[in-house]
T-cell receptor, first 112, second 111 residues
Framework: EAGVAQSPRYKIIEKRQSVAFWCNPI?????LYWYQQILGQGPKLLIQ????????DSQLPKDRFSAERLKGVDSTLKIQPAKLEDSAVYLC??????????FGEGSRLTVL | GENVEQHPSTLSVQEGDSAVIKCTYS??????FPWYKQELGKRPQLIID?????GEKKDQRIAVTLNKTAKHFSLHITETQPEDSAVYFC??????????FGAGTTVTVRA
């Protein structure tokens, strides 16, 4: 079974630039999550989708972050404009109905 | 929202000894408590989980205990081995919704 796919794995941008991350969940997984993991901290939930609907985005900084899952499968997370404090690993995860989250390898963002 | 606190932040144990990590949660309605292991540069992976209808669960050398009254749960690793060295995260959620993670515990097993 293929795992959660994410790209790009690494991205370096300057502050005020924009960046987009892509995620393809495990086939059949209705729930998709984007987490932000700052170095030395636990993953912080940014947004949770159920199919193509948003379940929770209360911790998403909506002035600069946006995410979509238009067809209920893959998803894109965008940051525009980026700030220095956005430097982190962006983890995508998916789940079926067991509660277990399956994480992708993550996209490491460095903002200079 | 849910707030999960995890202690200690680092833990060094001699190979063969036990390791214990403790977490507390704030939302009394939380009913799902998983533990994830993240090796250096790798993705987090589920190692064990417990739901609020049980007080303890074991899987070989790892076990998790839950005290709903005190709102805390713990991970116990017995007979630690070098491959147990990793960062461990506890988490909590209500009905698998909005899983909140602790800050993590870096476990180092000394040979």
């Amino acid at each position: 079974e293929a795992g959660v796919a994410q790209s790009p794995r690494y991205k370096i941008i300057e502050k005020r630039q924009s960046v987009a991350f892509w995620c393809n969940p495990i086939s059949g997984h209705a729930t998709l999550y984007w987490y932000q993991q700052i170095l030395g901290q636990g993953p912080k939930l940014l947004i949770q989708f159920q199919n193509n609907g948003v379940v929770d985005d209360s911790q998403l900084p909506k002035d600069r972050f946006s995410a979509e899952r238009l067809k209920g499968v893959d998803s894109t997370l965008k940051i525009q404009p980026a700030k220095l404090e956005d430097s982190a690993v962006y983890l995508c995860a998916s789940s079926h109905n067991t509660g277990e989250l399956f994480f992708g390898e993550g996209s490491r963002l460095t903002v200079l | 929202g849910e707030n999960v606190e995890q202690h200690p932040s680092t833990l060094s144990v001699q190979e063969g000894d036990s390791a214990v990590i403790k977490c507390t949660y704030s939302d009394s309605a939380s009913n799902y408590f998983p533990w994830y292991k993240q090796e250096l540069g790798k993705r987090p992976q589920l190692i064990i989980d417990i739901r609020s209808n049980v007080g303890e669960k074991k899987d070989q050398r790892i076990a998790v205990t839950l005290n709903k009254t005190a709102k805390h749960f713990s991970l116990h690793i017995t007979e630690t081995q070098p491959e147990d060295s990793a960062v461990y995260f506890c988490a909590a959620s209500r009905n698998d919704y909005k899983l909140s993670f602790g800050a993590g515990t870096t476990v180092t097993v000394r040979a």
